[in-house]
């Protein structure tokens, strides 16, 4: 009796969390991000795959924030610009903005091959960004699934920032010209 007691519990138990489980899309920068399902599958809106939400664990910064860490920290973080070279080099085509000083330029398309380059970093703290916020979150999921453990992604990217008047964007953000 008491062996059937336990199996009841233990199968109650597992129904129960099975029901519990949030999903959210794969982060891609949009208000999707956002939306809690209820079951896996694929986001309506943007047709990522749903993960479950407990496995998002980077934090988003608004941009003051994020440039107060590098303040704050100027030795114990790795600013990751996860933008193409061309883009953070201010070659590109299209708008580039500038950069953060002493940032690492990996592509979010190469992030994954490259990861063995960034273990050293594994404890520090690691603040990505990109232009808009769309590949950034991705890449911050990227890290934390790579044993990173202090990741922060600036939401909105540099395409949102105002650095004329800003004392700490105009210490640490190089804007091209």
Do not use: W
């Not at 933008?83 to 979010?108: D, M, P, Q, W």
């Not at 950034?136 to 990227?142: E, L």
């Not at 949102?160 to 091209?176: I, P, Q």
């Amino acid at each position: 009796m008491k062996t059937i007691l336990i199996l009841v519990f233990c199968a109650a138990y597992v129904i129960v969390s099975a029901q519990a489980k949030e999903y959210v899309c794969t982060p891609c920068g949009s208000a999707c991000d956002k939306t809690v399902h209820t079951k896996p599958g694929a986001c309506p809106t943007c047709h990522m795959k749903l993960v479950e939400k407990a496995a998002i664990l980077f934090e988003n910064l608004t941009t003051d924030a994020f440039c107060k860490r590098i303040t704050e920290n100027p030795n114990g973080v790795l600013i990751l610009d996860v933008r193409t070279k061309s883009e953070f080099e201010g070659t590109s085509l299209r708008t580039t903005y500038g950069y953060f000083k002493n940032a690492l330029n990996i592509n979010v398309e190469d992030l994954e091959a490259r990861m063995g380059e960034l273990t050293k970093y594994k404890d520090k703290e690691v603040l990505v960004y990109c232009s808009q916020s769309i590949r950034s979150p991705r890449a911050a999921m990227m890290l934390t699934q790579n044993g990173f453990q202090t990741v922060k992604n600036m939401s909105g990217g540099v395409s949102t920032l105002r650095v004329d008047g800003n004392e700490c964007l105009m210490r640490n953000f190089v804007v091209h010209k």
